[in-house]
């Protein structure tokens, strides 16, 4: 009997359902799954999921607070409800983002992510569960650094640099997601070319920073994130993580061509990746020499922030 590319990929890298769409998370098991705003709002657009906003503004709606305030206490309660609801369909942890406005603001981060963890603490689950998104900002990865001396554990999403993947191992976060088909995007935009397998300008950059992570021993685990393709994917098949949307995790499982590792430990300890170090100077610089980067995470921050406000809207209208 034939292997589907889904089971083979799972025996080299852990594989993640990117979607807040319970149903299909447990037709493709992943091991475990990650939200951002733009997937939350996504979902609660389905009849099936709007119980859960509905379940949060019950919770809040005979509470003190009012105006924005309540309307954010019922966001972050959408956001936890989702998570506890994927808790019970995968075996691994989840990502719950936190505000994409508060990615300047590192004292807001981290008020925000203790606040979510919390919460997922009051409903029974280790915080060894959970993993907090947060924007790959300067203020982020500092926010992100706090945490996980705290126990709690990071994501830092809107990756686009190695700039950014440097900081973010060096500030010793437990996981980054680098923007694999956002990064080819920008590229295909500004020189009208295509780009397949490994010459992806996204699956290059996740490469590099596999290899210098492994090669110096980082413990931050690399989850390639944002595909355009099944062929990224399969050029980064060996990552630690991969975090797929219900689409692609259906092309995987209905081909069962032979997938071969491309990363490894052992290729990464012999790449020529030098030992890098960045105070916020030498970060801000890098990130801003770096074109596709500076607007990739800026435009990525502003969609996230959107996506967010709309979330606020229908709150609001539920409200009356």
Known sequence: MSTSQLDQLKQMTTVVADTGDF???????????????????????????????????????????SGSALTAAII???????????????????????????SFDTAGTLAKARHLIGAYEAA?????????KVASTWEGIRAAEILEKEGIHCNLT????????????????QLISPFVGRILDWHKAATGKDYQGADDPGVQSVRAIYNHYKKFGYRTE???????????????AGCDLLTISPALLGEL???????????????AAQSDSPRLHLDEK?????????????????????????????LETLVASMLG
Do not use: W
């Not at 733009?38 to 003190?64: D, H, N, W």
């Not at 029974?124 to 907090?132: D, K, M, T, Y």
């Not at 809107?158 to 976060?173: H, K, P, R, T």
């Open 23 to 65: 149903e299909s998370m447990q037709i493709y098991h992943p091991q475990d799954a990650t939200t951002n705003p733009s997937l939350i709002l996504q979902a609660v657009g389905k009849p099936q999921y709007l119980p859960l906003v509905q379940q949060a503004i019950a919770e809040f709606k005979s509470s003190a607070l």
């Open 76 to 102: 972050d309660r959408v956001l936890v409800l989702f998570g506890l609801e994927i808790l019970k369909i995968v075996p691994g942890r989840v990502s719950t983002e936190v505000d994409a406005r508060l």
């Open 124 to 132: 029974g689950h280790s915080r060894e569960r959970v993993l907090i």
């Open 158 to 173: 809107l990756l686009f640099s190695f700039a950014q993947a440097v900081a973010c191992a060096e500030a010793g976060v």
């Open 222 to 236: 690399v989850m390639g994130a944002s595909f355009r393709n099944k062929g990224e994917i399969l050029a980064l």
């Open 253 to 267: 499982q209905a081909c069962d061509e032979p997938v071969t590792a491309q990363l490894t430990p052992a290729a």
């Open 282 to 310: 030498a970060f801000r610089y890098a990130l801003n020499e770096d074109a596709m980067a500076t607007e990739k995470t800026a435009q990525g921050i502003r969609n996230f922030a959107a996506d967010v406000v709309k």
